[in-house]
Protein backbone atom coordinates (compact mmCIF):
# COMPACT_ATOMS: atom_id res chain seq x y z
CA UNK A 1 0.00 0.00 0.00
CA UNK A 2 1.45 3.23 -0.83
CA UNK A 3 -0.37 7.20 -0.86
CA UNK A 4 0.09 10.03 -2.87
CA UNK A 5 -0.72 13.69 -2.34
CA UNK A 6 -1.37 15.06 -5.49
CA UNK A 7 -2.36 18.78 -6.80
CA UNK A 8 -4.06 19.53 -10.12
CA UNK A 9 -3.51 22.48 -11.58
CA UNK A 10 -5.29 24.65 -14.70
CA UNK A 11 -9.01 24.67 -15.09
CA UNK A 12 -9.94 22.15 -12.89
CA UNK A 13 -12.84 23.79 -10.74
CA UNK A 14 -16.08 24.36 -12.03
CA UNK A 15 -15.92 21.46 -14.43
CA UNK A 16 -16.45 18.39 -12.38
CA UNK A 17 -13.12 17.58 -11.87
CA UNK A 18 -13.77 16.35 -8.34
CA UNK A 19 -16.55 13.84 -8.77
CA UNK A 20 -15.36 12.58 -12.37
CA UNK A 21 -12.41 11.74 -10.06
CA UNK A 22 -14.30 10.12 -7.22
CA UNK A 23 -15.49 7.49 -9.95
CA UNK A 24 -12.45 7.41 -11.60
CA UNK A 25 -10.50 6.55 -8.10
CA UNK A 26 -14.04 3.91 -6.90
CA UNK A 27 -13.05 2.26 -10.46
CA UNK A 28 -9.77 1.42 -9.25
CA UNK A 29 -10.33 0.25 -5.95
CA UNK A 30 -8.11 3.21 -4.45
CA UNK A 31 -8.75 4.78 -1.15
CA UNK A 32 -8.64 9.05 -0.05
CA UNK A 33 -10.40 11.79 -0.90
CA UNK A 34 -10.29 15.21 -2.89
CA UNK A 35 -11.44 18.61 -2.54
CA UNK A 36 -11.10 21.94 -4.09
CA UNK A 37 -8.90 24.21 -2.39
CA UNK A 38 -9.32 28.14 -2.62
CA UNK A 39 -6.09 28.63 -4.87
CA UNK A 40 -8.32 27.74 -7.92
CA UNK A 41 -6.38 23.88 -7.85
CA UNK A 42 -7.79 20.75 -6.87
CA UNK A 43 -6.03 18.40 -3.95
CA UNK A 44 -6.39 14.36 -3.49
CA UNK A 45 -4.81 11.79 -1.36
CA UNK A 46 -4.54 9.01 -3.27
CA UNK A 47 -3.54 5.45 -1.77
CA UNK A 48 -3.86 1.83 -2.70
CA UNK A 49 -1.76 -0.52 -4.91
CA UNK A 50 0.96 0.83 -6.83
CA UNK A 51 -0.67 0.17 -10.05
CA UNK A 52 -3.58 1.67 -9.48
CA UNK A 53 -2.41 5.09 -7.88
CA UNK A 54 -0.07 5.33 -10.79
CA UNK A 55 -3.73 4.92 -12.91
CA UNK A 56 -5.20 7.38 -10.86
CA UNK A 57 -2.68 9.97 -11.19
CA UNK A 58 -2.31 9.38 -14.90
CA UNK A 59 -5.68 10.26 -15.05
CA UNK A 60 -5.34 13.09 -13.17
CA UNK A 61 -3.07 14.62 -15.86
CA UNK A 62 -6.00 14.34 -18.21
CA UNK A 63 -9.08 15.17 -15.81
CA UNK A 64 -12.31 14.88 -17.08
CA UNK A 65 -13.30 16.35 -20.49
CA UNK A 66 -14.17 19.82 -19.63
CA UNK A 67 -10.70 20.33 -17.53
CA UNK A 68 -7.60 21.73 -19.09
CA UNK A 69 -4.97 20.29 -17.13
CA UNK A 70 -1.59 22.21 -16.72
CA UNK A 71 0.36 20.94 -14.07
CA UNK A 72 0.09 17.78 -11.65
CA UNK A 73 2.48 18.09 -8.45
CA UNK A 74 2.95 14.47 -6.85
CA UNK A 75 4.91 14.11 -3.39
CA UNK A 76 4.87 10.76 -1.06
CA UNK A 77 2.67 10.74 1.92
CA UNK A 78 2.07 8.43 4.66
CA UNK A 79 -0.81 5.62 4.35
CA UNK A 80 -3.98 7.03 6.54
CA UNK A 81 -6.96 5.11 7.48
CA UNK A 82 -9.80 5.36 4.95
CA UNK A 83 -12.28 3.09 4.04
CA UNK A 84 -13.31 4.73 0.79
CA UNK A 85 -12.27 7.38 -2.00
CA UNK A 86 -14.56 10.35 -1.63
CA UNK A 87 -14.96 14.49 -1.97
CA UNK A 88 -14.50 17.04 0.71
CA UNK A 89 -15.02 20.84 1.17
CA UNK A 90 -12.72 23.15 -0.16
CA UNK A 91 -9.66 23.88 2.01
Not at 3 to 18: K, L, N, T, W
Not at 65 to 71: L, M, R, T
Amino acid sequence: MLARRVVVRGRVQGVGFRYAMVAAAQARGVTGWVRNRRDGSVEALVQGDAEAVESVIAWCRRGPPAAQVSGVDVAEEDVEAHAEFGARPTA
